[in-house]
């Protein structure tokens, strides 16, 4: 069990844009993994601006709520480590994810609403981890992200500028996956 507080800069990218930063940073090799979302028929959790997610790779998987906690985008992620080939939920009781759903009386039943697919490349640099993203939903559509998730925000925030004004791209920060999914499933 984890939690971690998340900032970072992001911005959507053409896929020009996504292959030309691919080639110019140290990313370590693609990895996939593939993400379901989940919410309460009602819509409990997206009225609380929250995102449960089950994420699965392919040596292990791991049920992460992320909530927000900050100004722009900081949130607090809790997140469960669980076996490999997990294709469901875990909560409980003793467990992070489940604790805070009982916490905050949710206990109506969860339900898979989307589901998306990434190949994800990372790059560690000094302002922090650099990520590039190429996700594909369950309407066939995709689109690339790039983000940066940082310590310190000045020096981040200067080097993601940096790395816009050194590609032409104009920031256009993008809905969240879980929104993405959910108007792509």
Partial sequence: ????????????????????IAAAYPFAAAFTQ???????????LRQLHVGLRLRQFADHAEQTLKV?????????????????????????ATNTV???????????????????????RLAELPAGLLTLDHTTYGNGRSDWEL??????????????????????ITATPPQNKVARAAANC
């Avoid at 069990?1 to 030309?20: G, P, V, W």
């Avoid at 593939?34 to 409990?44: I, P, R």
């Avoid at 983000?147 to 032409?168: N, P």
């Fill in 1 to 20: 069990m984890s939690t971690n507080i998340e900032r970072e800069f992001k911005t959507i990218l053409t896929a020009a844009q996504a292959h030309a």
């Fill in 34 to 44: 593939t993400n379901h979302y989940f919410d309460t028929a009602s819509g409990a």
């Fill in 68 to 92: 927000p906690t900050g100004p722009g985008r900081t949130l607090t992620e809790l997140t469960d480590p669980l076996p490999a080939g997990t294709a469901s939920l875990q909560l409980t």
């Fill in 98 to 120: 489940g604790h805070w759903l009982h916490s905050q009386g949710i206990s109506a039943p969860l339900t898979e609403f989307a589901v998306a697919t990434t190949q994800r």
């Fill in 147 to 168: 983000e940066l998730e940082y310590h310190h925000r000045d020096a981040a925030a200067a080097t993601f500028q940096a790395i816009l004004t050194r590609f032409g």
